[in-house]
């Protein structure tokens, strides 16, 4: 079984503080994506990586940064957290070819003060 | 932009009642993807349709991909308290980007 696991499920941030949020998957993906959902809007990416080291922006990438050193983890960074960026926070990986599926981890529920 | 747009956003039903969701694309999709998150939990992949007017069945649930592969609908036959979620479509035009639709939340009375 596919298994993403997300560093926290409850966070509570100032703001103006730097937020990192990680994730790891354990099924060898080479494509991992963030989302961030928010009531009536669905789940919507912010970026998206299919290799280490490569980055590609989603629709709403203004506000946050990404990292990927390592194939199976991939952080979210908020530079100066803002209080609209108050929200859950998915992780999901999938692999490159064949199918593509994403498999999502907990969720991280930030709440920005 | 590309956009997926899925209809109802809420549906309440009583159980044994039939449900059915809706997903258009502005675009022709390569493939759609359908989940469902229940309350407090995380999207879980249902299932892919790849083929123009294709149809597949999971027990009482029937997914349909239109024939210009630009709509998708899910269907389900008489509800049960377990169905209760939020259903997503997502839609792919081919690279890694896929879009998510804004999900439909089903509450189903017992």
């Known amino acids: 079984d596919v298994k993403v696991t997300q560093s926290s499920r409850y966070l509570v941030k100032r703001t103006g503080e730097k937020v990192f949020l990680e994730c790891v998957q354990d099924?060898?993906?080479?494509?991992m994506f963030w989302y961030r959902q928010d009531p009536g809007l669905g789940l919507r990416l912010i970026y998206f990586?299919?290799?280490?080291?490569?980055?590609e922006k989603g629709d709403i990438p203004e506000g946050y940064s990404v990292s990927r050193e390592k194939k199976e983890r991939f952080s979210l960074i908020l530079e100066s957290a803002s209080t609209n960026q108050t929200s859950m926070y998915l992780c999901?990986?999938?692999?490159?070819?064949?199918?593509?599926?994403?498999?999502f981890g907990p969720g991280t529920r930030l709440t920005v003060t | 932009g590309q956009q997926v747009m899925q209809i109802p956003q809420y549906q309440h039903v009583q159980e044994g009642e039939d449900f059915t969701t809706y997903c258009n694309s502005s675009?022709?999709?390569?493939?759609i993807q359908w989940y469902k998150q229940r309350p407090g939990g995380h999207p879980v992949f249902l299932i892919q349709?790849?083929?123009?007017?294709e149809v597949k069945k999971q027990k009482r649930l029937t997914f349909q991909f239109g024939e210009a592969k630009k709509n998708s609908s899910l269907h389900i036959t008489a509800t049960q308290t377990t169905d209760v979620g939020t259903y997503f479509c997502?839609?792919?035009?081919?690279?890694?980007?896929?879009?998510f639709g804004a999900g439909t939340r089903l509450f189903v009375k017992a």
């Open positions: 999901a990986s999938s692999r490159l070819a064949g199918g593509r599926e994403q498999y």
């Open positions: 099924m060898d993906h080479e494509n």
């Open positions: 990586s299919y290799d280490v080291k490569m980055k």
């Open positions: 675009t022709t999709l390569s493939n």
């Open positions: 349709l790849v083929k123009s007017g």
């Open positions: 997502a839609g792919t035009t081919g690279g890694f980007k896929t879009i």
